[in-house]
C-alpha cells in the first residue's frame, strides 16, 4: 500500500532513533569536551583544596600524604609538584621535575598571559597551555599555598579529547546497533499493530459488500480489540437490520406484486363479464321487447319468450356466483378447512344426487364399490372440484357416452380420475382450460350453459389446499384428476 500506515509508522520510529543518535553524537562532539574540562577543573581544585589543607596541618612530606596524594592523582589523572621557598622540590609525581619546577618558577615570576585563562583567585591561576617542548595542551593550575609552598598542577588534555573520541567512537557502534534491533523491533511492533488493523480493514470491506460472517478474532484486551468487539456488534446489528430490511422489502414486494396481480384480475374480471354478460342480456332485452311490443300474442309464444328469459336470466344468476366465489378463493379471502372426510361417499351422494342430469343426458356412471378412503381436504371445496369434473364429463360425454370414475389410494395420496368418452381437447387448448372465461368449444359450452369458470374454481380450489390437478388426453376420451392426503391408520 503507497499509504501504508504500517510503513509510516517504520520511517517514524527509525528516524527518530536515527534522530537521537545523531543529536547524542553532535552534542557529544561540541559539547561533551567542554563539560569534561569543566569536571577537570573542579577535579583540580578539588586537589588543590587536599594539598592545601595537608600543608596547613604540617605532614606534607609524611607518607600517610604521600599515599593520599597518589590516590587523588590516580583519581583525577593530574600530576602535582610541591616546592618550598627555597626553590626546592618538596613533592612531586611529575615525569620531568625538574622541567616543570622550571616552569612554575616563571609563570611566578614573569607572569603568563589572560589567554585561555579557566579560574584564577588570589591563590592560584589556571590555564590551558601548550607545552613547547612536547607541543602537547595541559590544564595548568599553579599558585602558592597557604604555608607558603608553591605547587603545580597538571593535567593533559589529551586523555580528555581522547575519552571525547571514545565516547563518541562507542556512541557511534552503539548507534547502529541501535538503529538495526529498533528496525527489528519496530517492523516486529509495527506487524502486531498494523496486523489486527488491516484484519478489521477487510472485515469492513467485506462488509461494504454486505458479507457480515467475517469477525474479528483478536485475544487481546488492546483499543484496536475493543474496535474489533465494536465492529463485531456492529456486524451483527448491520445484519440483524438488513435481514429486517430484506424482509419488509419482500413483503412489501409480495403486496406490490398482490395489488398489481389484484388490478389485473379485476381489469379481466370487469372485462369477461362484460363479455359474458353480453349475449344473456342482449337475449333477455331482445324477448322483453318482444313481449312488450305482443310480437306474438298467442300463449305458447309468450311462454317461449318467458322461458328464455327466465333460462338466461338463471345462467346470468349462476354465472355471477361462481364469479363470486372464484373472486374470493383468488384474493385468498375463503377460509380452507381442512378435515378428515369420506372421499368415496362424497363421490357416491353427488352422483345420486345427479341421478336427474345422468338420465337427461343418457350417459353411463361407472364406478367401483369402495369401502371407506378417508382423505384430508375442504369437504365443501372437494365437493366443487368433483361436481364441476363430473358436469364436464356429462357435457361432454360422446360415442358411448361412458362417465368412468375411479379412486386409487395409497400410503400418502388419494388420486380421484373423472373420465368420459368423446373428444380429445386439442393441445394447443390444453394449457389454457384452467383460465377464466376460455371454452374449447364456444357453441358447445353455450348450449349447455356452460360460462368457462368451473375449471378455474377447480385451480383455485386444489392450489388453496397445495395439492395437484391435472387433465389427461386419450383417443376415446378426457380424464380430469386431482390428489388429496391420504389419512393414516385409520
Not at 97 to 122: C, F, H, S
Not at 294 to 317: G, L, T
Not at 363 to 374: K, L, W
Not at 387 to 412: L, Q, R
Amino acid at each position: 500500500m503507497k499509504y501504508s500506515l504500517k510503513r509510516h509508522f517504520v520511517t517514524i520510529l527509525i528516524s527518530l532513533v536515527a534522530g537521537t543518535i545523531l543529536m547524542c553524537l553532535l552534542l557529544n562532539s561540541t559539547l561533551l569536551e567542554k563539560y569534561y574540562i569543566d569536571k577537570k577543573v573542579n577535579a583540580l581544585v578539588g586537589a588543590y583544596d587536599s594539598i592545601n589543607e595537608a600543608s596547613n596541618a604540617g605532614d606534607i612530606t609524611s607518607d600517610t600524604f604521600d599515599i593520599e596524594l597518589q590516590k587523588i592523582c590516580g583519581k583525577y589523572n593530574i600530576n602535582v609538584l610541591v616546592a618550598d621557598s627555597d626553590s626546592e622540590t618538596v613533592k612531586t609525581t611529575m615525569n620531568d621535575p625538574n622541567y616543570v619546577l622550571k616552569r612554575l618558577l616563571d609563570n611566578i615570576i614573569m607572569g603568563v598571559g589572560q589567554d585561555d585563562v579557566l579560574r584564577e583567585t588570589d591563590d592560584y591561576k589556571m590555564q590551558i597551555v601548550t607545552d613547547r617542548r612536547t607541543q602537547t595542551e595541559y590544564i595548568e593550575m599553579w599558585g602558592v599555598l597557604d604555608t607558603g609552598y608553591l605547587f603545580m598542577i597538571r593535567s593533559a588534555l589529551e586523555g580528555i579529547r581522547e575519552s571525547v573520541a571514545i565516547s563518541n567512537s562507542f556512541l557511534t557502534y552503539v548507534g547502529i546497533l541501535a538503529i538495526i534491533v529498533s528496525a527489528f523491533l519496530v517492523v516486529w511492533l509495527s506487524n502486531r499493530i498494523t496486523k489486527p488493523i488491516l484484519e478489521l480493514a477487510d472485515i469492513s470491506e467485506r462488509m461494504k459488500h454486505l458479507d457480515f460472517n467475517a469477525k474479528y478474532t483478536g485475544k487481546d484486551k488492546s483499543e484496536i480489540a475493543v474496535l474489533g468487539r465494536n465492529i463485531n456488534e456492529l456486524s451483527e446489528t448491520l445484519e440483524e437490520t438488513i435481514s429486517e430490511l430484506k424482509t419488509a422489502n419482500n413483503e412489501l414486494q409480495k403486496d406490490i406484486e398482490k395489488k398489481e396481480r389484484i388490478d389485473e384480475m379485476r381489469k379481466d374480471f370487469l372485462s369477461n363479464v362484460s363479455h359474458e354478460l353480453k349475449t344473456p342480456i342482449a337475449l333477455i332485452q331482445g324477448y322483453a321487447e318482444g313481449l312488450r311490443e305482443s310480437v306474438n300474442d298467442d300463449a305458447e309464444s309468450r311462454n317461449f319468450y318467458c322461458d328464455v328469459i327466465m333460462d338466461e336470466a338463471s345462467k346470468m344468476n349462476t354465472m355471477v356466483k361462481r364469479l363470486l366465489t372464484l373472486n374470493q378463493l383468488e384474493f385468498g379471502n375463503e377460509t380452507v378447512s381442512m378435515e378428515r372426510f369420506d372421499i368415496a361417499a362424497l363421490i357416491r351422494n353427488y352422483i345420486a344426487s345427479a341421478d336427474i342430469l345422468i338420465k337427461q343426458k343418457e350417459v353411463s356412471v361407472r364406478m367401483e364399490e369402495y369401502g371407506e378412503i378417508y382423505v384430508w381436504g375442504d369437504e365443501f371445496g372437494i365437493e366443487e372440484v368433483f361436481m364441476n369434473y363430473f358436469t364436464n364429463a356429462v357435457n361432454h360425454a360422446e360415442g358411448e357416452k361412458v362417465i368412468d370414475i375411479k379412486i386409487e389410494k395409497n400410503d400418502a395420496h388419494t388420486r380421484v380420475t373423472v373420465f368420459n368418452t368423446g373428444k380429445p381437447i386439442p393441445e394447443e387448448s390444453v394449457a389454457h382450460i384452467w383460465e377464466k372465461f376460455y371454452k374449447v368449444d364456444k357453441a358447445r359450452t353455450r348450449e349447455y350453459g356452460g360460462s368457462g369458470i368451473g375449471l378455474s374454481i377447480v385451480k383455485a380450489i386444489m392450489e388453496s389446499m397445495h395439492q395437484k390437478y391435472g387433465v389427461i388426453n386419450y383417443d376415446n376420451g378426457v380424464a380430469f384428476w386431482f390428489t388429496l392426503d391420504t389419512v393414516k391408520n385409520l
